[in-house]
């Protein structure tokens, strides 16, 4: 099992639409959680971190769920400029370092 | 946020030679850098953490001897890649904590260098 896992997608969705993507990690002792996002070719920029207790910047919520090891994150009002892949980030217990899903591929059209 | 560096963005090389990637860290000071790669439709994989004044701490799987790290100061990593083969065509990106994100968890990256071996 992939220590953090994603769907690829696509989404492919309208403008002003709302989506969610979910994550699973394997590691239950995992305490930092990130989403980044990836435009085409270019490096990754952290999008949030997410807490516990969840948390809203905007149009983005971001869930944890310890019990089942999941994350998501919702987007509303989806915009053209939303169009990118974000990625899932967990650190490795122990270490400083971060595990990266493969990312969701979103893309938001006219 | 803080800013880190990398150049150059793009190298394309022949088959054998060495290619040298700079990362730098523009506004605060690094006393570890983390190098990962990525192929294409594939995750980030972490490469090698940079130490400063010390040696790289190299991931399972990755050639140390082929994937040469330097980090003679604070503010500078290099990554060389050492008779360079097709198969090492990646993006390379290099990434920091500064102060803050030690705390927050946050990686700050480079803009990444696309490596074409041909």
């Known amino acids: 099992r992939k220590e953090v896992e994603q769907d690829p997608g696509p989404f492919n969705v309208p403008e002003g639409a709302t989506v969610a993507f979910n994550c699973t990690y394997s590691?239950?002792?995992?305490?930092?959680f990130f989403w980044y996002r990836q435009d085409c070719r270019k490096e990754p920029k952290l999008l949030m971190s997410?807490?516990?207790s969840g948390n809203e910047d905007g149009r983005f919520t971001a869930q944890l769920n310890r019990a089942s090891q999941y994350i998501s994150l919702l987007i509303r009002d989806s915009k053209l400029s939303d169009s990118a892949t974000y990625l899932c980030v967990v650190n490795e217990v122990g270490t400083d370092k971060l595990i990266f899903g493969t990312g969701t591929r979103l893309q938001v059209f006219p | 946020g803080a800013v880190v560096s990398q150049h150059p963005s793009w190298v394309i090389c022949k088959s054998g030679t060495s290619v040298k990637i700079e990362c730098r860290s523009l506004d605060f000071q690094a006393t570890t850098m983390f190098w990962y790669r990525q192929f294409p439709k594939q995750s980030l994989m972490l490469m090698a953490t940079s130490n400063e004044g010390s040696k790289a701490t190299y991931e399972q799987g990755v050639e140390k001897d082929k994937f040469l790290i330097n980090h003679a100061s604070l503010t500078l990593s290099t990554l060389t890649v050492t008779s360079a083969h097709p198969e090492d065509s990646s993006f390379y990106i290099c990434?920091?904590?500064?102060?803050?994100?030690?705390?927050?968890?946050?990686?700050?990256f480079g803009e990444g260098s696309r490596l074409t071996v041909l």
């Open positions: 590691n239950s002792a995992s305490q930092s």
């Open positions: 990434s920091a904590k500064d102060r803050v994100s030690w705390v927050t968890g946050e990686l700050f």
């Open positions: 997410v807490y516990s």
